[in-house]
């Protein structure tokens, strides 16, 4: 692995570890046994890592949130949207643990946040919906679908924050991201076609979500 690749990595280790705060460059040049000067001829400060990181990430959920062109939408696409979604954020969870200080503290990480929600997750998120409904998945209106799509959002960008709160002697793990799916769940669930709401049952009791 290159050393531009070696430190992306270690920093992504040590911020999920530790918190983005609590890692300088330093910690990471010791981590891998490089010199600082050797870490500063590829980044010149923390934030370019953090904003690469970041870039990383979007590209995970880009792969991910690929909508299928040749067939209807599908339950089993659905929950793998979900899967990603908290996947993705269970890889680079340090990126959401305080995501507003993380913005305010880097500007070039706000615009490319910024510039990517608006241009691009919020239209994937927003034609997923329509596809489910036009698939006869979701019994939605139009206008319903704008509330909808914020409030998964919300859930899913604030959910392993919400849970280092709710549960504070307890460790971010894996299973905080299926407890996170079954809260998506159970806003997607009056929704849910009368025809899907045996299978529906099923997939919140696969997330520990059933009634």
Same mark, same amino acid.
């Given at each position: 692995?290159?050393?531009?690749?070696?430190?992306?990595?270690?920093?992504? *280790?040590?911020?999920?570890?530790?918190?983005?705060?609590?890692?300088?460059?330093?910690?990471?040049?010791?981590?891998?046994?490089?010199?600082?000067?050797?870490?500063?001829?590829?980044?010149?400060?923390?934030? !370019?890592?953090?904003?690469?990181?970041?870039?990383?990430? *979007? &590209?995970?959920?880009?792969?991910?949130?690929?909508?299928?062109?040749?067939?209807?939408?599908?339950?089993? &696409?659905?929950?793998?949207?979900?899967?990603?979604?908290?996947?993705?954020?269970?890889?680079?969870?340090?990126?959401?643990?305080?995501?507003?200080?993380?913005?305010?503290?880097?500007?070039?990480?706000?615009? !490319?946040?910024? *510039?990517?929600?608006?241009?691009?997750?919020?239209?994937?998120?927003?034609?997923?919906?329509?596809?489910?409904? &036009?698939?006869?998945?979701?019994?939605?209106?139009?206008?319903?679908?704008?509330?909808?799509?914020?409030?998964?959002?919300?859930?899913?960008?604030?959910?392993?924050?919400?849970?280092?709160?709710?549960?504070?002697?307890?460790?971010?793990?894996?299973?905080?991201?299926?407890?996170?799916?079954?809260?998506?769940?159970?806003?997607?669930?009056?929704?849910?076609?009368?025809?899907?709401?045996?299978?529906?049952?099923?997939?919140?009791?696969?997330?520990?979500?059933?009634?």
């Amino acid at each position: 692995m290159k050393t531009y690749d070696r430190i992306l990595a270690a920093s992504l *280790q040590l911020f999920n570890e530790q918190g983005e705060r609590q890692v300088s460059t330093n910690h990471i040049a010791a981590h891998l046994g490089i010199s600082p000067g050797n870490l500063y001829y590829h980044f010149r400060h923390k934030e !370019a890592i953090v904003h690469q990181i970041f870039l990383q990430y *979007q &590209d995970f959920i880009r792969a991910r949130l690929t909508l299928p062109s040749e067939r209807s939408l599908q339950v089993a &696409d659905m929950l793998g949207y979900l899967d990603s979604a908290f996947d993705g954020m269970w890889q680079y969870r340090f990126l959401f643990y305080d995501l507003p200080g993380l913005l305010a503290r880097n500007p070039p990480l706000q615009q !490319a946040y910024q *510039q990517f929600l608006q241009e691009e997750l919020n239209h994937t998120l927003h034609t997923l919906c329509q596809r489910a409904v &036009d698939a006869g998945l979701l019994t939605l209106d139009a206008s319903d679908i704008n509330p909808l799509v914020v409030n998964i959002w919300l859930v899913v960008k604030f959910w392993f924050a919400f849970e280092q709160v709710a549960q504070p002697s307890q460790a971010v793990s894996e299973a905080s991201g299926r407890r996170g799916v079954s809260q998506v769940l159970a806003l997607l669930k009056p929704y849910v076609a009368d025809a899907l709401r045996p299978g529906f049952a099923l997939a919140q009791a696969r997330y520990g979500g059933a009634d």
